[in-house]
C-alpha cells in the first residue's frame, strides 16, 4: 500500500495526517508514506521526527491577501499541479488523503487527473475553503463534528472524530499513574504550534495575581519570538516553569497536566478531550469562518470547558480563573468526564478501515 497525503503547514492540518499514516504503518509497516506540502520548518522537523518522507512543492494560500498576491498564488497553481502530478508518477499511490490548507489543492487536483482514490479530513466545525471546493473530487469525507455533514454530499460522509496521534494516546494510559504522583497544580499554557502572543502576554501579567504562586507548576509553549520574554517573568515572579518554543513531545508533557489553557482549533480540542483534560479555551479571533469560537462553544456546551474571548483577555482574569479551578477539584474531574464522552480516540483507526474499504472497492 503506498498513501500519499496532502497539506499541512500547520500542526493543525499536519497532526492528523500523522495519526492515519500511524494507524496504516501499524495495520502494515511495509505500507510506503509520502507527506508533500509546503516545507515550512514545523512541516520538516515534525515529519523527520516522525520518520516519514516529505517532498516540498511550491503553492500560496488565496484567503486574506492583497490582490495582487491571490494573482500570485491563482497563477503558481499550475507548476503546483505539474509538480505534483511528477511526484505521484514517481511514487504511485493508492490513495491520496487532503488534509486541508492550500498546499493540499494541487495534489489532491493532480491525483484526481491520474484517477487516484482520494479521501478528505476535515478537522473543523465549519469546512476550509480547500476542502469545500476539494468535495467534488474526494471519494470519501471524514469529519469530525456530526454538524460538518451539512457542508458535503452526505453520501461521501463519514463521521469519525479528529485523528490523534499514537503517542497522546500511549500517554492517556499513563496519565493516572503521573497524577498521583505530581505534587504542584499543574498548568499547560498552548498557544498553538506557533505560540500566541495575546495568551504569552495575559500570562505574564497574571503571574502578578496568583494567589498561591508556591503551589503551581505551569508548562508554557510560547512559540520562538516570545520564549526569552516568558521565562524572564516566569523566573521574576519565582514561580516553577517550564518554557520551550515549541515542545516536540507534546505527549508527555501533557500526561502531566491538571488544566490547560490554549486556542480552539479542532486538532487542539481533540488531544485534549482525548486526554481528559480540562480546558480553559481562547479562540483565535481571526481565524477562517470563526472555526475556532465555534469548535470552543461545541466543548463548552458539553460542560468539558470554559470559553474566554480574546477582548475579553486580560491577566487578572486568568489568574481568578486558574485561582478558581485550583480550589475546585471537583469540579476539574467533572469537566476531565465530559471531555473523555467528547473524544473520539478512535478516530485514525475508523479512518483506515474505512479506507482499506474504500480500496477494495465495497465502500
Known amino acids: 500500500m503506498r498513501v500519499v497525503f496532502a497539506g499541512g503547514g500547520t500542526g493543525g492540518h499536519l497532526f492528523p495526517g500523522i495519526a492515519i499514516a500511524q494507524e496504516f504503518m501499524k495495520r502494515d509497516p511495509n505500507t510506503r508514506i509520502l507527506f508533500i506540502g509546503t516545507g515550512k520548518p514545523l512541516e520538516v522537523s515534525v515529519l523527520a521526527d516522525h520518520g516519514f518522507a516529505h517532498q516540498r512543492i511550491s503553492t500560496e ?49 493532480a491525483a484526481w487527473l491520474m484517477r487516484k482514490r482520494i479521501v478528505l479530513q476535515e478537522q473543523n466545525i465549519v469546512p476550509g475553503i480547500t476542502n469545500r471546493m476539494l468535495a467534488p473530487l474526494a471519494d470519501r469525507i471524514y469529519v469530525s463534528f456530526e454538524e460538518t455533514a451539512t457542508y458535503f454530499r452526505k453520501d461521501k460522509v463519514r463521521f469519525t472524530g479528529n485523528p490523534i496521534r499514537t503517542s497522546l494516546l500511549e500517554a492517556l494510559e499513563k496519565k493516572s499513574r503521573v497524577d498521583s504522583e505530581k505534587q504542584l497544580f499543574t498548568v499547560m499554557i498552548l498557544g498553538g504550534s506557533q505560540g500566541a502572543h495575546s495568551i504569552n502576554v495575559a500570562m505574564a501579567e497574571a503571574l502578578v495575581h496568583l494567589k498561591q504562586k508556591d503551589r503551581y507548576h505551569f508548562i508554557h509553549q510560547t512559540g520562538i519570538k516570545d520564549e526569552a520574554f516568558i521565562k524572564e517573568r516566569y523566573r ?62 461545541e466543548l463548552e456546551k458539553k460542560g468539558a470547558a470554559e470559553v474566554v474571548l480574546e477582548p475579553e483577555l486580560n491577566g487578572r482574569l486568568l489568574a481568578d480563573r486558574i485561582d478558581y479551578y485550583f480550589t475546585n477539584p471537583q469540579l476539574l474531574r467533572q469537566m476531565a468526564e465530559r471531555a473523555k464522552w467528547h473524544a473520539k480516540p478512535e478516530a485514525a483507526k475508523t479512518i483506515v478501515d474505512d479506507s482499506y474499504r474504500l480500496m477494495a472497492g465495497n465502500g
Not at 491538571?258 to 479562540?283: M, Q
Request: with cysteine; net charge positive.
Open 236 to 297: 521574576q515572579q519565582k514561580v516553577s516553569a517550564e518554557v520551550q518554543a515549541f515542545f516536540q513531545d507534546i505527549a508527555s508533557v501533557l500526561q502531566k497536566v491538571d488544566l490547560v489553557i490554549c486556542r480552539a482549533g479542532a486538532t487542539t480540542v481533540a488531544e485534549i478531550t482525548a486526554l481528559a483534560l480540562p480546558a480553559i479555551l481562547i479562540p483565535f479571533p481571526f481565524a477562517a469562518d470563526n472555526h475556532q469560537v465555534l469548535n470552543a462553544r
Open 61 to 109: 494560500g488565496i484567503i486574506g491577501r492583497k490582490w495582487w498576491q491571490k494573482m500570485r498564488s491563482i497563477l503558481k497553481l499550475p507548476a503546483g499541479i505539474l509538480k505534483s502530478a511528477y511526484l505521484l508518477l514517481r511514487f504511485q499511490p493508492q490513495l491520496a488523503v487532503g488534509l486541508g490548507g492550500y498546499s493540499a489543492a494541487p495534489v489532491v487536483a
